[in-house]
C-alpha cells in the first residue's frame, strides 16, 4: 500500500497525522516537513509497520498545484520530483522513463541515468580492455614424443616480430585478434608455417621432425696417377728394392734422373737440384698431401727417406707450377707402396749397407 500526499489546499500537521491515520509517528511527520522537503523533492519513507510512503515538497501542500499535476519517483535514488508545470502525459519530456501514468511517475531520474549510462560505459571498456590484452599460451611439442621443443624460434610474419620457446616448449601471445600466422622452426624438426585459430587461451603446435641431409662429397686420388691423366712430361723412379740405384740418401739417389742432380753437405745430408733450382723452389708431396714442414737449412737435407714409397715422379719445366708458385724449380710426388690384398698378409725383407769410404 502506497499513499501519494496531494492537496490543492494547505494542510497543517494535523490533517496530515489524521490523512495518515496514525500509521506514521509525529516525529517521522515533522521530519518530513522540516527537513527532508527543503529540496523541493518528495522522499520515500518507511512506516514502523512496514509500509511505504511518500511526502510532497512544501509547493504542494501550500496549494500552489492542482491535484493533476505529475510527480516524478526515481526507483534507484528513491526520490519524487515536483514537476512545476502542468503538462500532458504524452508530451513529459523524453529525459524521464515513465513506468506508469498517474500523478506519480515511476523511472530514472537524468541523474540517475548518466551514472546508469557511465557504468554501462565502463563495464564495456573494461570488456574491451580485457579483449584487447587477452593473453593466449602455446606450447610447441614433439609430434611423435610429445616431449616439449626448447628454443624453437617463433616469428610472426604479418607483424615482423617474433620469440622463442622456454625451457617447457611454451611462449606467450598477447592479442585481440581471432587468428595469427605463425611461423615456428627449430633445427631436427620442418618448419612450421599456419594460421592459428586463436578462440582458446591454450592452444598446441606439434612439430615433425625431420633429417638434414647434406650433399654428398667425393674424395679421389687423382694426383697418384700423373703420368697417365697428364700431358706433360713426367720422369719415375722405381724405389721398391731396386738394387740399381746407388747412393747413400734419398737426395742421391734421385740425382740418377735427368735433369736432377744432389747437393751434398756431410755423408748422408743432401739435397735434390732440379735444373739448377733447389730448397724452397721445389715442392715435395707425399700420399697427395704437401709437406709443409720441409726444412731447407745446411745441415737439413730431404726429410723422406725410400722406405714405404714404391716409386717417386719428377715433374721438371712450367708444369710444375700447377702445384703451386712456389714451384718453379719442379715436383717431386711420392707414391706409397702397394697395399696388400683383402683378408692377407705380404711382408718384404730387404737390407743395405753402407760405408764411408766406399759409398
Known amino acids: 500500500m502506497s499513499i501519494l500526499i496531494n492537496s490543492n489546499s494547505a494542510l497543517c500537521h494535523e490533517d496530515i497525522e489524521q490523512r495518515l491515520s496514525g500509521e506514521i509517528d509525529r516525529v517521522t511527520i515533522y521530519r518530513i516537513l522540516q527537513g527532508f522537503c527543503d529540496d523541493g523533492k518528495v522522499h520515500k519513507i518507511f512506516g514502523e509497520n512496514g509500509k511505504t510512503y511518500y511526502a510532497l515538497c512544501r509547493a504542494c501542500y501550500a496549494g500552489n498545484h492542482h491535484d493533476n499535476h505529475l510527480h516524478f519517483h526515481c526507483v534507484k535514488c ?123 587461451k591454450n592452444v598446441t603446435i606439434y612439430m615433425e621432425q625431420s633429417a638434414h641431409e647434406l650433399q654428398e662429397i667425393i674424395v679421389s686420388d687423382n694426383s697418384s696417377k700423373l703420368q697417365g691423366e697428364n700431358v706433360m712430361n713426367v720422369d719415375k723412379l722405381n724405389l721398391n728394392n731396386n738394387v740399381s740405384i746407388q747412393g747413400i740418401s734419398l737426395s742421391e739417389k734421385l740425382s740418377t734422373v735427368a735433369g736432377v742432380s744432389n747437393f751434398a753437405t756431410g755423408a748422408g745430408i743432401g739435397k735434390p737440384v732440379i735444373r739448377g733450382l733447389s730448397g724452397n723452389r721445389i715442392a715435395v708431396f707425399s700420399q697427395g698431401i704437401r709437406v709443409e714442414n720441409q726444412q731447407w737449412g745446411d745441415e737439413h737435407g ?58
Open 302 to 359: 730431404l726429410g723422406l727417406d725410400e722406405n714405404g714409397y714404391e716409386q717417386v715422379e719428377i715433374i721438371k719445366g712450367p708444369a710444375s707450377l700447377l702445384y703451386g708458385s712456389d714451384a718453379l724449380g719442379g715436383v717431386l710426388y711420392f707414391s706409397d707402396e702397394r697395399y696388400a690384398k683383402e683378408n692377407s698378409i705380404e711382408a718384404v725383407l730387404g737390407s743395405e749397407y753402407n760405408t764411408n769410404t766406399n759409398g
Open 78 to 200: 528513491n526520490t519524487v520530483t515536483c514537476i512545476d508545470e502542468q503538462i500532458a502525459v504524452p508530451e513529459l519530456p523524453s529525459k524521464y522513463s515513465i513506468s506508469s501514468v498517474s500523478c506519480l511517475i515511476s523511472g530514472y531520474c537524468p541523474d540517475c541515468q548518466l551514472l546508469l549510462k557511465t557504468l554501462c560505459l565502463s563495464l564495456l571498456f573494461c570488456f574491451i580492455q580485457l579483449n584487447v590484452l587477452a593473453q593466449h599460451q602455446i606450447s610447441v611439442l614433439d609430434k611423435i614424443t610429445r616431449k616439449p621443443v626448447v628454443f624453437a624460434n617463433v616469428y610472426y610474419p604479418d607483424t615482423k616480430t617474433g620469440t622463442y620457446t622456454d625451457m617447457d616448449g611454451k611462449f606467450s601471445i598477447n592479442t585481440s585478434n581471432q587468428s595469427l600466422l605463425i611461423q615456428v622452426s627449430s633445427l631436427g624438426y620442418k618448419t612450421f608455417l599456419e594460421t592459428l585459430s586463436l578462440q582458446e
